[in-house]
């Protein structure tokens, strides 16, 4: 079965279809039907390896190791993000991990003293994270992604799977809550990043992530006091990707 045979692919309907019909799947058997079925050979998982990326990452290398892992350097990465992404790369046997970088002729134009991110974070976000990732996601027709309704007021509702400039996006773990990723990561003995230890629940680039407080939702330290939530790859979806 093809979501493109079916007419399914590619706009609101075909979401809302694939979301109707499949909400009581489990995440594990989401996925094996997503990168084996719906689209065989068309779809990527976009991993930043960061707090809870350990498991979504698992849960594909359980189905296929070699499935196309498109990780995006910001170049304002934390060293330890970039020691994790090597270790989850070595402990779950992925194969095919893309790592994309912004283009030095616009970062060279735009962001010459690599100091965008603290005049205007949105066109920092939209140079280093935004366009590598439109420009990788070329060619194919889904992409995983790792949000959770419980991370954030602004993710409450989010979708088990979202119309998006042409492509289906899939969030097998939405309905998730933060029990569910301790469990799994503790169940499966997945290494963990080293910043959660210390407070950082979400991690993006170094001057745009700060620890989170006590009762905070998790993402309360990326871009704080900003007014900002998002880096832009989920909410330019239109026109970016």
């Excluded at 990043?193 to 309360?220: F, M, N």
């Excluded at 871009?223 to 880096?231: F, L």
Aim: net charge negative; hydrophobic share 40%; aromatic share 8%.
């Amino acid at each position: 079965m093809s979501a493109l045979d079916q007419g399914l692919f590619g706009d609101s309907i075909a979401a809302s279809h694939l979301a109707g019909k499949f909400v009581a799947l489990e995440p594990q058997r989401l996925l094996r039907l997503a990168i084996e079925d719906l689209f065989k050979n068309r779809i990527a998982l976009v991993s930043s390896f960061g707090a809870d990326s350990a498991v979504l990452l698992h849960m594909v290398s359980q189905i296929d190791a070699a499935l196309p892992v498109i990780f995006i350097d910001t170049l304002h990465l934390f060293p330890e993000t970039l020691a994790y992404r090597g270790e989850l790369v070595s402990h779950l046997h992925l194969s095919n991990v893309i790592t994309v970088t912004p283009e030095q002729e616009l970062l060279s134009q735009a962001d010459p003293e690599t100091f965008l991110w603290s005049s205007d974070p949105d066109g920092c976000c939209d140079i280093r994270k935004v366009k590598p990732l439109s420009k990788a996601l070329d060619g194919f027709e889904a992409w995983i992604t790792g949000r959770k309704r419980y991370q954030a007021e602004t993710r409450s509702e989010l979708a088990l799977f979202e119309a998006e400039g042409g492509r289906i996006k899939i969030n097998p773990l939405a309905a998730w809550t933060d029990s569910d990723v301790v469990r799994y990561l503790d169940e499966n003995k997945l290494p963990r990043h080293s910043l959660v230890a210390k407070g950082y629940l979400s991690i993006g680039c170094i001057p745009c992530t700060s620890q989170v407080k006590p009762g905070e939702d998790p993402r309360a330290g990326r871009w704080r006091g900003r007014g900002k939530t998002e880096c832009g790859i989920h909410i330019h979806a239109g026109s970016d990707i």
